[in-house]
């Protein structure tokens, strides 16, 4: 059971450049997230997928797209990368029933926009 | 709008003393509340939450919280720090019926020998 996995881990970017970020996890969650952390600022939720067919914005998703390609994996795209998105991408899941609550974390992606 | 405040950037304190790190939050509604840990380059982990019922929640690795409504504050506690609990830890809050989690901007503890 790897829980939520994120690819790649670090990634070098040309600004225009475009890439996606994948995401996958095993516990058959229903939703998804995909956050980004600056230094002082928390993490800020960019899109989030209740469940599988649905994705919503969340507080900064301007400059991405993402894809709920079925139960397990949630995609994060970057079409024309700036260095404002230098940041690390955290994906996280829930269950998403009645008396689920916590969301567990995915390592990370450290993004860097030259 | 829901929102988290960790007054404290950093709280640093001597091994086997006590650990507090405060939050205080603001929402519409009963919260649910969250603290997770982060070890460098790493992913956030879960270390305990307040739903509803006893105030006191008790969480991973000896931490607990407590939750009070009156001055909406979730602050955690540790009673006696280890060197290994040197890590950021952020706040969480989010409503019922809401997938959003809103979070602070974290508080980085270091615990010295």
């Known amino acids: 059971n790897a829980g939520v996995t994120q690819t790649p881990k670090f990634q070098v970017l040309k600004t225009g450049q475009s890439m996606t970020l994948q995401c996958a996890q095993d516990?058959?969650?229903?939703?998804m997230y995909w956050y980004r952390q600056d230094p002082g600022m928390g993490l800020r939720l960019i899109y989030y997928?209740?469940?599988?067919?649905?994705?919503d914005k969340g507080e900064v998703p301007n400059g991405y797209n993402v894809s709920r390609l079925n139960k397990r994996e949630f995609s994060l795209r970057l079409e024309s990368a700036a260095p404002s998105q230098t940041s690390v991408y955290f994906c996280?899941?829930?269950?998403?029933?009645?008396?689920?609550?916590?969301?567990?974390f995915g390592p990370g992606t450290r993004l860097t926009v030259t | 709008a829901q929102s988290v405040a960790q007054p404290e950037d950093q709280v640093n304190v001597a091994e086997g003393n006590p650990l507090t790190v405060k939050c205080t939050y603001s929402?519409?509604?009963?919260?649910?509340l969250f603290w997770y840990v982060q070890y460098p380059n790493r992913g956030l982990q879960f270390l305990l939450k307040?739903?509803?019922?006893?105030?006191l929640v008790k969480g991973s690795y000896g931490f607990e919280a407590e939750f009070n409504k009156s001055q909406t504050s979730f602050h955690l506690k540790k009673p006696s720090a280890l060197v290994s609990d040197s890590a950021l830890y952020f706040c969480?809050?989010?409503?019922?019926?809401?997938?959003?989690?809103?979070f602070g901007a974290g508080t980085t503890v270091t615990v010295r020998a």
């Open positions: 996280a899941s829930r269950r998403g029933t009645a008396n689920s609550y916590e969301q567990y």
């Open positions: 516990m058959n969650h229903n939703s």
């Open positions: 997928s209740a469940s599988e067919g649905t994705t």
């Open positions: 929402v519409s509604g009963n919260p649910y």
């Open positions: 307040y739903i509803t019922g006893d105030n």
């Open positions: 969480a809050v989010r409503v019922p019926n809401d997938y959003k989690l809103s």
